[in-house]
Protein backbone atom coordinates (compact mmCIF):
# COMPACT_ATOMS: atom_id res chain seq x y z
CA UNK A 1 0.00 0.00 0.00
CA UNK A 2 1.88 3.60 -0.84
CA UNK A 3 1.83 5.73 1.85
CA UNK A 4 -0.14 8.55 0.80
CA UNK A 5 -3.58 6.15 0.70
CA UNK A 6 -2.21 4.82 4.17
CA UNK A 7 -2.50 8.61 5.30
CA UNK A 8 -5.81 9.02 3.07
CA UNK A 9 -7.30 5.75 5.24
CA UNK A 10 -6.11 6.78 8.62
CA UNK A 11 -7.40 10.08 8.29
CA UNK A 12 -10.68 8.83 6.72
CA UNK A 13 -10.31 11.46 3.42
CA UNK A 14 -9.33 10.87 -0.21
CA UNK A 15 -6.12 10.56 -1.64
CA UNK A 16 -6.46 14.13 -3.51
CA UNK A 17 -7.19 15.43 -0.37
CA UNK A 18 -4.16 14.67 1.18
CA UNK A 19 -2.56 15.17 -2.38
CA UNK A 20 -3.74 19.01 -1.47
CA UNK A 21 -2.26 19.19 2.26
CA UNK A 22 0.96 18.07 1.14
CA UNK A 23 1.58 19.93 -2.15
CA UNK A 24 -0.77 23.05 -0.59
CA UNK A 25 -2.24 22.77 -3.93
CA UNK A 26 -5.69 23.04 -3.39
CA UNK A 27 -8.71 24.69 -1.28
CA UNK A 28 -8.90 21.63 1.75
CA UNK A 29 -10.77 23.08 5.12
CA UNK A 30 -9.19 23.52 8.73
CA UNK A 31 -10.53 20.27 9.69
CA UNK A 32 -9.15 18.06 6.96
CA UNK A 33 -6.02 19.46 7.10
CA UNK A 34 -6.00 18.64 10.61
CA UNK A 35 -6.89 15.25 10.01
CA UNK A 36 -4.31 14.71 7.42
CA UNK A 37 -1.23 16.14 9.28
CA UNK A 38 -2.20 13.80 12.21
CA UNK A 39 -2.28 11.06 10.02
CA UNK A 40 0.95 11.84 8.85
CA UNK A 41 2.53 11.98 12.26
CA UNK A 42 1.16 8.78 13.80
CA UNK A 43 2.28 6.83 10.45
CA UNK A 44 5.86 8.65 10.53
CA UNK A 45 5.70 10.04 7.11
CA UNK A 46 7.14 13.25 5.60
CA UNK A 47 5.18 14.75 2.85
CA UNK A 48 8.65 14.10 0.65
CA UNK A 49 7.59 10.46 0.69
CA UNK A 50 4.47 11.17 -0.83
CA UNK A 51 4.86 14.06 -3.13
CA UNK A 52 4.12 12.97 -7.22
CA UNK A 53 6.18 14.85 -9.48
CA UNK A 54 4.18 17.20 -11.81
CA UNK A 55 4.22 14.82 -14.84
CA UNK A 56 2.73 11.93 -13.62
CA UNK A 57 -0.94 12.40 -11.74
CA UNK A 58 -1.74 8.29 -11.54
CA UNK A 59 -4.55 6.09 -12.92
CA UNK A 60 -8.21 6.41 -12.87
CA UNK A 61 -10.53 3.51 -12.38
CA UNK A 62 -13.44 2.67 -14.94
CA UNK A 63 -15.45 0.29 -13.96
CA UNK A 64 -18.99 -1.36 -16.25
CA UNK A 65 -20.14 -4.12 -17.55
CA UNK A 66 -19.29 -5.16 -21.16
CA UNK A 67 -21.30 -8.70 -21.65
CA UNK A 68 -20.00 -10.92 -22.88
CA UNK A 69 -19.00 -9.50 -26.02
CA UNK A 70 -17.03 -6.02 -26.63
CA UNK A 71 -17.55 -4.27 -30.07
CA UNK A 72 -16.00 -0.86 -31.08
CA UNK A 73 -19.36 0.74 -31.94
CA UNK A 74 -20.96 0.85 -28.24
CA UNK A 75 -22.32 3.12 -25.70
CA UNK A 76 -19.84 1.43 -23.41
CA UNK A 77 -16.89 2.02 -25.27
CA UNK A 78 -17.97 5.60 -26.16
CA UNK A 79 -18.21 6.19 -22.23
CA UNK A 80 -14.14 4.78 -22.12
CA UNK A 81 -13.06 6.73 -24.90
CA UNK A 82 -14.15 10.25 -23.53
CA UNK A 83 -12.96 9.26 -20.29
CA UNK A 84 -9.68 8.04 -21.18
CA UNK A 85 -9.47 11.36 -23.50
CA UNK A 86 -10.34 13.91 -20.51
CA UNK A 87 -7.57 12.00 -18.20
CA UNK A 88 -4.99 12.32 -20.83
CA UNK A 89 -5.51 15.88 -20.29
CA UNK A 90 -4.65 16.06 -16.78
CA UNK A 91 -1.62 13.25 -17.30
CA UNK A 92 -3.89 10.18 -16.07
CA UNK A 93 -3.92 6.79 -17.51
CA UNK A 94 -6.88 4.19 -16.95
CA UNK A 95 -7.77 1.10 -15.71
CA UNK A 96 -10.50 -0.71 -17.15
CA UNK A 97 -12.68 -2.98 -15.01
CA UNK A 98 -15.35 -5.24 -16.76
CA UNK A 99 -17.82 -6.08 -13.76
CA UNK A 100 -20.19 -8.33 -15.79
CA UNK A 101 -20.88 -11.80 -13.77
CA UNK A 102 -21.50 -9.66 -10.50
CA UNK A 103 -17.68 -8.66 -10.38
CA UNK A 104 -18.33 -5.23 -9.23
CA UNK A 105 -17.24 -5.26 -5.80
CA UNK A 106 -14.59 -7.01 -6.08
CA UNK A 107 -12.92 -4.90 -8.98
CA UNK A 108 -14.10 -1.85 -6.81
CA UNK A 109 -11.89 -3.16 -3.88
CA UNK A 110 -8.89 -4.32 -6.39
CA UNK A 111 -8.60 -1.09 -7.73
CA UNK A 112 -8.48 0.84 -4.98
CA UNK A 113 -5.96 -1.57 -3.61
CA UNK A 114 -3.65 -0.68 -6.59
CA UNK A 115 -4.30 3.08 -5.06
CA UNK A 116 -6.15 4.64 -8.22
CA UNK A 117 -6.99 8.48 -7.83
CA UNK A 118 -10.55 8.21 -8.46
CA UNK A 119 -13.43 5.72 -10.08
CA UNK A 120 -15.82 5.90 -12.14
CA UNK A 121 -18.40 2.95 -12.09
CA UNK A 122 -21.51 2.49 -14.47
CA UNK A 123 -23.15 0.77 -11.85
CA UNK A 124 -25.74 -2.44 -11.70
CA UNK A 125 -26.22 -2.40 -7.69
CA UNK A 126 -29.83 -2.90 -6.92
CA UNK A 127 -29.56 -2.62 -3.15
CA UNK A 128 -27.38 -0.72 -0.91
CA UNK A 129 -23.71 -0.02 -2.26
CA UNK A 130 -21.59 -0.31 0.41
CA UNK A 131 -18.66 -1.10 -1.50
CA UNK A 132 -19.64 1.76 -3.07
CA UNK A 133 -19.93 4.17 0.10
CA UNK A 134 -16.76 2.69 1.44
CA UNK A 135 -14.95 3.87 -1.70
CA UNK A 136 -16.19 7.27 -1.89
CA UNK A 137 -15.23 7.96 1.73
CA UNK A 138 -11.13 6.97 -0.09
CA UNK A 139 -11.38 9.00 -3.71
CA UNK A 140 -12.92 10.65 -5.70
CA UNK A 141 -16.07 8.42 -7.46
CA UNK A 142 -18.14 9.77 -10.51
CA UNK A 143 -21.39 7.51 -10.93
CA UNK A 144 -22.53 7.15 -14.80
CA UNK A 145 -25.60 6.35 -16.91
CA UNK A 146 -26.98 4.69 -13.80
CA UNK A 147 -28.70 6.12 -10.70
CA UNK A 148 -28.75 4.08 -7.57
CA UNK A 149 -31.45 5.92 -5.48
CA UNK A 150 -30.07 4.84 -1.84
CA UNK A 151 -26.73 6.11 -2.67
CA UNK A 152 -25.78 10.17 -2.63
CA UNK A 153 -22.86 10.55 -5.41
CA UNK A 154 -21.64 12.35 -8.02
CA UNK A 155 -23.74 11.33 -12.04
CA UNK A 156 -23.44 12.05 -14.85
CA UNK A 157 -26.99 10.68 -17.13
CA UNK A 158 -28.86 10.94 -20.01
CA UNK A 159 -32.16 12.43 -20.08
CA UNK A 160 -34.12 9.07 -20.21
CA UNK A 161 -37.43 10.66 -19.08
CA UNK A 162 -37.73 13.63 -21.82
CA UNK A 163 -36.23 11.44 -24.52
CA UNK A 164 -39.40 8.82 -23.90
CA UNK A 165 -41.71 11.78 -23.66
CA UNK A 166 -40.21 12.97 -27.28
CA UNK A 167 -40.69 9.31 -28.95
CA UNK A 168 -44.03 9.07 -27.63
CA UNK A 169 -45.21 12.53 -28.48
CA UNK A 170 -43.91 12.12 -32.47
CA UNK A 171 -45.72 8.49 -32.29
CA UNK A 172 -49.00 10.24 -30.94
CA UNK A 173 -48.29 13.09 -33.42
CA UNK A 174 -47.98 10.75 -36.34
CA UNK A 175 -51.80 9.07 -35.27
CA UNK A 176 -50.73 6.56 -33.23
CA UNK A 177 -52.36 5.64 -29.96
CA UNK A 178 -52.04 1.67 -29.84
CA UNK A 179 -48.23 1.92 -28.95
CA UNK A 180 -46.49 -1.21 -26.85
CA UNK A 181 -43.69 -1.26 -24.89
CA UNK A 182 -40.54 -3.44 -24.70
CA UNK A 183 -37.88 -3.59 -22.08
CA UNK A 184 -35.61 -5.65 -20.83
CA UNK A 185 -35.37 -5.11 -17.33
CA UNK A 186 -36.56 -1.77 -15.00
CA UNK A 187 -33.04 -0.87 -13.92
CA UNK A 188 -32.69 3.00 -13.55
CA UNK A 189 -32.11 4.19 -17.47
CA UNK A 190 -34.72 1.53 -18.79
CA UNK A 191 -37.53 2.56 -15.39
CA UNK A 192 -37.01 6.44 -16.63
CA UNK A 193 -37.83 5.57 -20.33
CA UNK A 194 -40.96 3.31 -18.88
CA UNK A 195 -42.00 6.29 -16.75
CA UNK A 196 -42.16 8.74 -19.99
CA UNK A 197 -43.75 6.42 -22.11
CA UNK A 198 -46.80 5.52 -19.53
CA UNK A 199 -47.01 9.29 -18.55
CA UNK A 200 -47.54 10.43 -22.11
CA UNK A 201 -50.06 8.11 -22.53
CA UNK A 202 -52.11 9.09 -19.49
CA UNK A 203 -51.63 12.86 -20.47
CA UNK A 204 -53.28 11.79 -23.51
CA UNK A 205 -55.86 9.72 -22.45
CA UNK A 206 -54.82 6.73 -23.94
CA UNK A 207 -55.54 3.10 -21.64
CA UNK A 208 -53.88 0.26 -23.28
CA UNK A 209 -54.07 -3.63 -22.37
CA UNK A 210 -51.40 -4.97 -20.46
CA UNK A 211 -50.11 -7.33 -22.40
CA UNK A 212 -48.72 -4.09 -24.59
CA UNK A 213 -46.02 -3.69 -21.67
CA UNK A 214 -43.56 -6.61 -22.42
CA UNK A 215 -40.25 -5.61 -19.60
CA UNK A 216 -38.57 -8.66 -18.56
CA UNK A 217 -36.40 -8.98 -15.49
CA UNK A 218 -33.01 -8.56 -16.65
CA UNK A 219 -32.03 -12.01 -16.88
CA UNK A 220 -31.13 -13.94 -20.65
CA UNK A 221 -34.79 -15.07 -20.70
CA UNK A 222 -36.35 -12.36 -22.36
CA UNK A 223 -37.91 -13.68 -25.22
CA UNK A 224 -38.82 -10.51 -27.85
CA UNK A 225 -41.09 -13.29 -30.27
CA UNK A 226 -43.39 -14.81 -27.12
CA UNK A 227 -43.75 -11.06 -25.73
CA UNK A 228 -44.63 -9.82 -29.45
CA UNK A 229 -46.94 -12.92 -29.70
CA UNK A 230 -49.17 -12.22 -26.97
CA UNK A 231 -49.34 -8.40 -28.12
CA UNK A 232 -50.09 -9.09 -31.77
CA UNK A 233 -53.53 -11.39 -30.46
CA UNK A 234 -55.02 -8.51 -29.02
CA UNK A 235 -57.99 -7.90 -30.75
CA UNK A 236 -56.52 -4.48 -31.68
CA UNK A 237 -52.71 -5.08 -32.39
CA UNK A 238 -50.37 -2.33 -31.56
CA UNK A 239 -49.86 -0.03 -34.57
CA UNK A 240 -45.99 0.66 -33.11
CA UNK A 241 -43.72 -0.15 -30.80
CA UNK A 242 -41.76 1.75 -27.92
CA UNK A 243 -38.43 0.09 -27.67
CA UNK A 244 -36.53 0.80 -24.72
CA UNK A 245 -32.99 -0.87 -25.88
CA UNK A 246 -31.21 -1.07 -28.68
CA UNK A 247 -30.17 -4.17 -28.01
CA UNK A 248 -33.42 -6.10 -28.80
CA UNK A 249 -33.92 -4.23 -31.95
CA UNK A 250 -32.11 -6.97 -33.81
CA UNK A 251 -34.15 -9.45 -32.53
CA UNK A 252 -37.20 -7.75 -32.99
CA UNK A 253 -36.66 -7.37 -36.32
CA UNK A 254 -36.16 -10.97 -36.94
CA UNK A 255 -39.30 -11.67 -34.62
CA UNK A 256 -41.68 -9.68 -37.33
CA UNK A 257 -39.96 -10.53 -40.54
CA UNK A 258 -40.96 -14.34 -39.53
CA UNK A 259 -44.84 -13.13 -38.86
CA UNK A 260 -44.32 -11.53 -42.42
CA UNK A 261 -44.56 -8.19 -40.91
CA UNK A 262 -42.39 -5.30 -41.93
CA UNK A 263 -41.39 -2.00 -40.41
CA UNK A 264 -43.18 0.58 -40.87
CA UNK A 265 -45.68 -1.03 -43.31
CA UNK A 266 -46.68 -3.09 -40.81
CA UNK A 267 -45.78 -1.37 -37.54
CA UNK A 268 -43.96 1.53 -36.77
CA UNK A 269 -40.94 1.45 -33.89
CA UNK A 270 -39.20 4.16 -32.08
CA UNK A 271 -35.95 3.23 -29.45
CA UNK A 272 -33.34 4.68 -27.92
CA UNK A 273 -29.37 5.27 -28.94
CA UNK A 274 -30.20 3.41 -32.25
CA UNK A 275 -26.35 4.65 -33.86
CA UNK A 276 -25.10 2.18 -30.92
CA UNK A 277 -27.34 -0.92 -32.05
CA UNK A 278 -26.24 -4.08 -34.18
CA UNK A 279 -28.61 -4.07 -37.25
CA UNK A 280 -28.87 -5.98 -40.22
CA UNK A 281 -27.85 -5.38 -43.35
CA UNK A 282 -29.96 -2.36 -44.59
CA UNK A 283 -31.43 -1.36 -41.12
CA UNK A 284 -28.54 1.31 -40.57
CA UNK A 285 -29.78 5.12 -40.03
CA UNK A 286 -32.88 3.72 -39.99
CA UNK A 287 -34.87 4.00 -36.90
CA UNK A 288 -36.62 7.12 -35.50
CA UNK A 289 -34.67 7.57 -32.12
CA UNK A 290 -32.84 9.74 -29.54
CA UNK A 291 -29.23 9.26 -29.20
CA UNK A 292 -27.08 9.75 -26.18
CA UNK A 293 -23.81 10.56 -26.35
CA UNK A 294 -21.71 7.88 -24.71
CA UNK A 295 -18.07 9.94 -25.34
CA UNK A 296 -19.77 13.04 -23.75
CA UNK A 297 -21.27 11.49 -20.71
CA UNK A 298 -17.59 9.71 -19.86
CA UNK A 299 -16.08 13.11 -20.72
CA UNK A 300 -17.75 14.69 -18.10
CA UNK A 301 -17.05 11.90 -15.48
CA UNK A 302 -13.71 12.38 -15.78
CA UNK A 303 -14.18 16.46 -15.47
CA UNK A 304 -16.31 15.52 -12.38
CA UNK A 305 -13.31 13.21 -10.64
CA UNK A 306 -10.85 16.69 -11.33
CA UNK A 307 -13.55 18.60 -9.58
CA UNK A 308 -13.71 16.88 -6.92
CA UNK A 309 -10.08 16.70 -6.60
CA UNK A 310 -9.81 20.48 -6.83
CA UNK A 311 -12.36 20.87 -4.10
CA UNK A 312 -12.82 18.03 -1.66
CA UNK A 313 -16.04 19.14 -0.29
CA UNK A 314 -18.14 19.76 -3.65
CA UNK A 315 -21.36 18.79 -2.85
CA UNK A 316 -22.83 15.71 -5.08
CA UNK A 317 -24.08 16.70 -8.45
CA UNK A 318 -26.32 15.48 -11.60
CA UNK A 319 -25.32 16.42 -14.56
CA UNK A 320 -28.57 15.49 -17.03
CA UNK A 321 -27.47 15.20 -20.57
CA UNK A 322 -30.52 15.66 -23.27
CA UNK A 323 -30.51 13.44 -26.00
CA UNK A 324 -31.17 14.16 -29.76
CA UNK A 325 -34.46 13.11 -31.69
CA UNK A 326 -33.82 12.10 -35.13
CA UNK A 327 -36.64 10.99 -37.55
CA UNK A 328 -35.88 8.19 -39.54
CA UNK A 329 -37.88 5.83 -42.05
CA UNK A 330 -39.08 3.51 -39.22
CA UNK A 331 -42.64 5.32 -38.19
CA UNK A 332 -45.13 5.56 -40.77
CA UNK A 333 -47.90 8.24 -40.29
CA UNK A 334 -51.72 6.83 -39.68
Not at 32 to 46: F, I, S, W
Not at 52 to 78: C, E
Not at 115 to 133: K, W
Not at 243 to 271: C, E, F, Y
Amino acid sequence: MSKLLEVARLAGVSKATVSRVINNSGPVSSELRQKVLDAMRKLGVQPGEMKRTPASNGVLGIIMPFGKQIWSHSFGIDILTGAEEKAFEENCLILLGNSNGGREKALVESMLGRGVEGLVVMSTERGRPDHLEQAQRQVPLVLVDQKIESFSAHLVRGDNFLGAVALMEHLIGQGHRRIALLSPDTHFSYLERIRGYRQTLRANGIRLPETFEAIGDGGDNYDVAARLDKMLREKERPTALFVASPGLLGKLIGALHRRGLRIPDDISVVTFDEAYAALPEGYENFFTSINQSGKLAGSMAVELLFRQRRDPELAPQEIVLPGTFTARRSVRPL
